[in-house]
């Protein structure tokens, strides 16, 4: 298999993945869904979770670039792109294919902190609150680390409700929620 088909295996592993779980997609289902023989999916990966990892690796750089962009092109300053963080997540809840996130799916299923399918779940968060904290020092939050894990859990708790319960909601409350920590970070109240 050339690295292109490689890659495209992956491509079409991550949603099939993405859409059913990880443990459920067995590799009879996988390489039926791929178009992919279970013989040519072991000849790059040595197992599933092998498969597993590069998905998660793809689905990281993929989404952090995707949520990166789209936040730069919704506002030009570090202060108002803290605020689009919960824009941008709005409009992906909106996505007809949404289906919450892979990381959380991820580290759900594959529960022991020391799994290579959940450490890679935790740094891909551990990426995303490098980047709050990195807009948050850029705005003057007064303790930018302190704030990005406020936006984060913010972020997290949206995507799980938007998940089970309604998209549109989710994104609009954690955006309201955002605001005042948001706020009270960048313009403390006077001693």
């Known amino acids: 298999m050339s690295e292109s088909k490689r890659d495209q295996l992956v491509q079409r ?15 009879d289902r996988l390489a039926k869904e791929t178009g992919v023989s279970k013989t040519a999916i072991y000849k790059h990966f040595r197992t599933k979770d092998d498969l597993i990892l590069a998905t998660l690796r793809l689905r990281d750089e993929n989404f952090r670039n995707w949520m990166i962009r789209g936040i730069e092109e ?16 709005g409009k992906w809840f909106a996505e007809p294919q ?12 594959y529960q022991d902190r020391k799994h290579p399918v959940h450490a890679i779940s935790a740094e891909h968060k551990r990426l995303i609150h490098r980047y709050f904290e990195g807009l948050a020092e850029k705005a003057g939050a007064t303790e930018p680390s302190a704030l990005a894990d406020k936006l984060l859990l913010l972020k997290e708790g949206a995507i799980v409700l938007a998940h ?4 549109k909601k989710a994104a609009i409350d954690a955006k309201a929620a955002a605001t005042v920590l948001i706020d009270a970070a960048l313009r403390p109240a006077a001693s």
């Not at 949404?98 to 299923?109: D, L, P, V």
């Open 13 to 27: 592993a991550l949603q099939v993945f993405y859409q059913g779980g990880f443990h459920a997609v067995g590799m």
């Open 74 to 89: 919704e506002a030009e300053t570090p202060e108002a792109r803290l605020y689009a963080i919960f824009d941008v997540l």
């Open 98 to 109: 949404f289906r919450s996130c892979m990381f959380i799916k991820a580290s759900s299923e």
């Open 164 to 167: 089970l319960l309604d998209p």
